[in-house]
């Protein structure tokens, strides 16, 4: 069920993912996104919801009601120097074990590996906007042979901080918005 691998190596080969059916609906109302990625990223969505919001808030902006007697408090996922500077594997390595020293609790007894892989790459989406997002995409429509040089495999993208992988490039960072994105 996780789409995520077949649709980068599909869009880094120059070629249209094809899944059948039209755009579906997520489950939080806002029909954002397509229908590529919604099964991972509306379940990671909807891990969201169920087991970080509250400490998070709904959006991500460290500011739900169980996170404010915490110290220190809740990360803000849309801290952009923070944003650039996690790789997906910290995000899912800090979703597995916690953090020791602060409120943020292991979740691998409570959920499943890929359940936290959908979790992580939704958070990991959180702080990017839907503009640098679809800037991203655009890019790689165009310049297909710099984004296979900025990310050369799947591994560069999961353990690789956006940081890192674009050099602090602007046009580097819309790419890998839209890539964490989808």
Request: aromatic letters at 8%; proline letters at 5%; hydrophobic letters at 40%.
């Amino acid at each position: 069920h996780n789409l995520f691998p077949l649709v980068f190596e599909a869009l880094l080969d120059g070629r249209t993912p094809r899944i059948n059916g039209d755009d579906y609906p997520t489950p939080d109302g806002t029909n954002v996104g397509d229908y590529l990625h919604v099964a991972d990223l509306a379940r990671g969505r909807a891990l969201y919801d169920a087991s970080c919001a509250s400490c998070h808030g709904a959006t991500g902006l460290g500011d739900g009601a169980a996170g404010k007697s915490l110290d220190p408090p809740p990360r803000n996922f849309h801290e952009r120097d923070r944003l650039l500077a996690l790789s997906p594997f910290a995000l899912f390595s800090t979703i597995t074990y916690g953090l020791d020293g602060t409120g943020m609790q292991a979740f691998a007894q409570q959920l499943d590996e890929a359940s936290r892989w959908d979790l992580t790459y939704y958070v990991g989406a959180l702080g990017f906007g839907q503009d640098e997002i679809a800037r991203g995409k655009a890019l790689l429509d165009t310049q297909r042979d710099a984004a296979i040089a900025r990310v050369p495999n799947l591994a560069a993208l999961t353990d690789r901080s956006v940081a890192e992988l674009s050099g602090g490039d602007a046009d580097g960072e819309a790419l890998l918005a839209f890539l964490r994105a989808h």
